[in-house]
């Protein structure tokens, strides 16, 4: 277990619709990050947050956003869902945001648009 | 970003030792090398990272070549268990990245009994 909390641990939606995906970090991690794993794409970096801030952004399309809020859960938000956003996506938490620090990952959360 | 090459799969029998291969000839000085493993169904699992010195834990060791353009993954011995994708990543702190962890394709290695 890598004390990272995602829920909810399936989702099945339609195109068009709109999702909020949660994510707890560990105790005490400052840092979230959230992934998207597709067959075809592998796991692609979306966007990081430290401390409620948003730090780093990746491939995330601007029909997502995400953000964290004083507890230091996060939630990403996907919205006009198309069948291409179909995939796994990861939440993962550090400390902070040091280049030689671990990253601990939940276990996902996979998204099916129908 | 400086990049990493990894074999595209390997095989290995259960207890014995394997070595995991990544090249990363673009490494600068102060990219550290993390190798994280994703075991089929889960997310992504740190294994080991190192700066400039051979490093080793409860679950692997990892050396690094004298140039740092290379570094080995090792096993001990593998188990059932150990089947997974691993990956070898060079996080820094300049370029895109912002020092974040960029997945490549990874070595998907498979443990026969």
Known sequence: ?114 | DAKTTQPNSMESNEEEPVHLPCNHSTISGTDYIHWYRQLPSQGPEYVIHGLTSNVNNRMASLAIAEDRKSSTLILHRATLRDAAVYYCILRDDYGGSQGNLIFGKGTKLSVKP
């Open chain 1, 1 to 114: 277990d890598s004390g990272v909390t995602q829920t909810p641990k399936h989702l099945i939606t339609a195109t068009g619709q709109r999702v909020t995906l949660r994510c707890s970090p560990r105790s005490g991690d400052l840092s979230v990050y959230w992934y998207q794993q597709s067959l075809d794409q592998g796991l692609q970096f979306l966007i990081q947050y430290y401390n409620g801030e948003e730090r780093a952004k990746g491939n995330i399309l601007e029909r997502f956003s995400a953000q964290q809020f004083p507890d230091l859960h996060s939630e990403l938000n996907l919205s006009s869902l198309e069948l291409g956003d179909s995939a796994l996506y990861f939440c993962a938490s550090s400390v902070a945001w040091a280049t030689n620090e671990k990253l601990f990952f939940g276990s996902g959360t996979q998204l099916s648009v129908l």
